[in-house]
T-cell receptor, first 110, second 119 residues
Framework: QSALTQPASVSGSPGQSITISCTGTSSDVGSYNLVSWYQQHPGKAPKLMIYEGYKRPSGVSNRFSGSKSGNTASLTISGLQAEDEADYYCCSYAGSSTYVFGTGTKVTVL | QVQLQESGPGLVKPSETLSLTCTVSGGSVSSNGYYWGWIRQPPGKGLEWIGYLYYSGTTNYNPSLKSRVTISVDSSKNQFSLRLTSVTAADTAVYYC???????????WGQGTPITVSS
């Protein structure tokens, strides 16, 4: 059970859109619509941003959206804002009632 | 709104057993349909799923930790716990407890408790 692969860093200017990829295998991301995304600011606990691939919890901005194609899930942040600067982690069901997180992506707002 | 608070020793010696507790407020560990999980984050690294306990008592663990991990519940204290045996320096991390209506996502998180394994 290996960690899902995310780019180490992604950056964008305020107002732009960025996309963070989360690449797994046919045993995890590719087989289930159970990918979640978390935002983590330094020294803070993670915050759920997307669950079950594309669903947004109450209170999460609609600037955040999730999708999946094959073995890769994606988180798109549109209208990038300074407060979006944080680390982002994906998490996927990996079969047999187990889960695996991604390697994490640091988002920088230029 | 469910609130979670981890508590633990801070420092554990190698080969000993780490015990952490998560105290639940604003909800019950016996609540129908809730999942109660543990996730950790080594210093400067990413998140690692440790495992979860379903309200019914079912547990599931990360295969890489399965032989050393136990998650249990104390309904009388509205707490759930993590026990990790034979710890090494590799177990040094911030440990988070979390909960949600699905095992696949966690809406509620504690603030995390740092654990260092060192003699």
């Amino acid at each position: 059970q290996s960690a899902l692969t995310q780019p180490a860093s992604v950056s964008g200017s305020p107002g732009q859109s960025i996309t963070i990829s989360c690449t797994g295998t046919s045993s995890d991301v590719g087989s289930y619509n159970l990918v979640s995304w978390y935002q983590q600011h330094p020294g803070k606990a993670p915050k759920l941003m997307i669950y079950e691939g594309y669903k947004r919890p109450s209170g999460v901005s609609n600037r955040f959206s999730g999708s999946k194609s094959g073995n890769t899930a994606s988180l798109t942040i549109s209208g990038l804002q300074a407060e979006d600067e944080a680390d982002y982690y994906c998490c996927s069901y990996a079969g047999s009632s187990t889960y695996v997180f991604g390697t994490g992506t640091k988002v920088t707002v230029l | 709104q469910v609130q979670l608070q981890e508590s633990g020793p801070g420092l554990v010696k190698p080969s000993e057993t780490l015990s952490l507790t998560c105290t639940v407020s604003g909800g019950s560990v016996s609540s129908n349909g809730y999942y109660w999980g543990w996730i950790r984050q080594p210093p400067g690294k990413g998140l690692e799923w440790i495992g979860y306990l379903y309200y019914s008592g079912t547990t599931n663990y990360n295969p890489s930790l399965k032989s050393r991990v136990t998650i249990s519940v104390d309904s009388s204290k509205n707490q759930f716990s993590l026990r990790l045996t034979s710890v090494t320096a590799a177990d040094t991390a911030v440990y988070y407890c979390a909960s949600g209506y699905s095992s696949s996502w966690y809406a509620y998180w504690g603030q995390g408790t740092p654990i260092t394994v060192s003699s």
